[in-house]
């Protein structure tokens, strides 16, 4: 999406003054590079540098990370459901997010994939309740998110809640271990 809006004003400011920029703008006493020279995260926008934020946020509001997991566990034992965000039915792993964040009035995407550019991510060992923790899908070939759940604890080990496909399990807490380490892609901060 970023780079499509950038090739939508790029084209625009081409058009408008023929590719040349005919006078550096200063800004604060700051000269702003040419257009060739910003950071492919920036743009140029009648003679200012606007720059794109490096992740999308979630408005938490003042909800508190421990509400949400202590709501989140509730569910535990919800089968697993693909492309479901219903609890009579069973969830996926990102309509169990889903369902647990729109709870609280908190608006997130809806795809699991959708999460990969949004909130602050942090390392693992820092990791606390409420954080989300993003892992590839089962297709050990793929490298984009695919599965999701909420940190519940990060004492001993890191423990996640998450909506998870084996026919047995469906809504269940799991450490993270050598199988999830394997797919794991990062732990963000959203609250």
């Known amino acids: 999406m970023k780079l499509l809006l950038f090739i939508g004003f790029a084209l625009i400011l081409y058009s408008c003054d023929s590719g040349e920029i005919k006078q550096q703008p200063v800004i604060n006493d700051t000269l702003i590079p040419p257009a060739d020279s910003i950071m492919a ?3 140029v926008i009648d003679s200012a540098v606007a720059v794109l934020p490096a992740s999308n946020p979630i408005n938490t509001g003042n909800i508190n990370p421990g509400e949400v997991v202590a709501f989140a566990k509730t569910l535990i034992g919800v089968p697993y459901k693909y492309a479901s965000a219903d609890p ?20 997130v995407p809806r795809s699991s994939i959708d999460f990969t550019n949004t909130g602050t991510t942090i390392d693992r060992n ?34 996640f ?6 026919k047995k399990y469906g809504v269940t807490i799991t450490a ?7 797919r794991f892609v990062k732990v963000i901060r959203i609250f």
């Not at 993270?176 to 394997?182: G, I």
């Open 88 to 107: 009579k039915q069973g969830f996926d792993c990102s309509g169990f997010i889903t369902y647990v964040f729109n709870h609280f009035k908190i608006a």
């Open 41 to 43: 995260d920036s743009l």
């Open 126 to 159: 820092l990791a606390s309740a409420g954080d989300l923790i993003l892992f590839t899908g089962t297709d050990s070939l793929e490298t984009t998110v695919g599965h999701m759940g909420i940190v519940t604890e990060n004492t001993d080990s890191l423990r």
């Open 161 to 166: 809640i998450h909506s998870t496909s084996g």
């Open 176 to 182: 993270l271990n050598e199988y999830y380490l394997k």
